[in-house]
């Protein structure tokens, strides 16, 4: 399996990004599908979940009522709809599937700054 993440790039403090995963080689409906950021010097922590079964999703303390994560079955597809960017929202992002193996994606770019 493989997935691609895009739509990363800079913003100004208080704009929005959509970010995008696209999957091959694997069936998003069957993952719990995942978003982590890694900002420079720190650990990769993560940011959104959303479950494989009953689509339950779950957020960092951090980005709760700014972040979305969804999925799009039929596109094999997750989205992480980020609002309200600050500074501390600095990273590169990671789209992960899991299930009995885990699955990474390369990363993409957030930089918010002024």
Known sequence: GQLVES?????????????????SGLAISRYAMSWHRQ??????????VSS???????YALSVEGRFTISRDNSKNTVYLQMNNLQSADTAVYF?????????????????VSS
């Open 52 to 58: 494989g079964v009953g689509n339950i999703t779950n």
């Open 95 to 111: 789209c992960s599937a899991v299930d009995s193996e885990r699955y990474w994606g390369q990363g993409t770019e957030v930089i």
């Open 39 to 48: 900002a420079p010097g720190k650990d990769r922590e993560p940011v959104a």
């Open 7 to 23: 739509g990363g790039g800079t913003v100004q403090p208080g704009g929005s990004l959509t970010l995008s995963c696209a999957a």
